[in-house]
């Protein structure tokens, strides 16, 4: 990987979104960092992942749909009624173009922090789930998640997966129908 100048990263990041979602992209790229060095992934990957992955998390839906449009992305009915979806590919778009990071690891595990996709990495997974435990996120009902994130990957994402899920659910939220898709393979890969 290229060298990367961390503090003008920091600084970009800084300038595109409010402190309360810096703070928490500098709280998520220490988890993720926490395990990628017991995973046994590029701690440097999961530190600029985890920084970067809510870059275009402050932009307004229609905004991001304009984006995303201009940018060749598909916007699906879901992603049209609930366009902050949006913040993950487009985010991932923007880090590549403004921030100049290059790294597809990287790039692909912004891309997939919000509805994950049928093929996700160590990294991907890390970030997902990092993104959901760090320190500062009040949710109930993740200190079992937060005391299993260190343990098994696999497990801890599938039940960051179910967590989301049941969030969807219980508040009447549409569910992207990639997500149906990937909670499928995630349960039918268990008994495999
Ligand atoms: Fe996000
Ligand atoms: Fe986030």
């Known amino acids: 990987m290229a060298i990367i100048d961390l503090e003008l990263i920091k600084e970009k990041l800084r300038k595109k979104v409010p402190p309360e979602l810096y703070d928490h992209s500098i709280r998520t790229a220490e988890v993720a ?3 990628a060095e017991v995973f046994g992934v590029d701690k440097n990957k999961a530190n600029l992942a985890g920084l970067l992955h809510d870059y275009a998390k402050s932009m307004d839906g229609d905004n991001l ?19 902050y979806l949006l ?27 919000t509805i994950g996709s049928p093929a996700m990495t160590k990294l991907d997974k890390i970030i997902y789930v990092a993104d959901m435990i760090e320190p500062g996120r009040p949710y109930k009902g993740l200190d079992p998640l937060r005391r299993m994130a260190l343990d098994d990957l696999d497990k801890v994402f599938l039940e960051a997966y179910a967590h989301s899920l049941d969030y969807l659910i219980r508040s009447k939220k549409p569910i992207h129908p990639l997500t149906v898709e990937i909670w499928n393979k995630l349960v039918l890969s268990q008994d495999a």
């Open 65 to 83: 749909i304009q984006l995303a449009t201009r940018m060749g992305i598909e916007v699906n009915p879901v992603e049209m009624s609930v366009p």
């Open 87 to 113: 913040h993950a590919s487009v985010g991932a778009r923007l880090v590549e173009e403004d921030v100049g990071i290059k790294d597809k690891e990287i790039i692909q595990s912004i891309a997939n922090h």
């Open 33 to 35: 960092v926490r395990m």
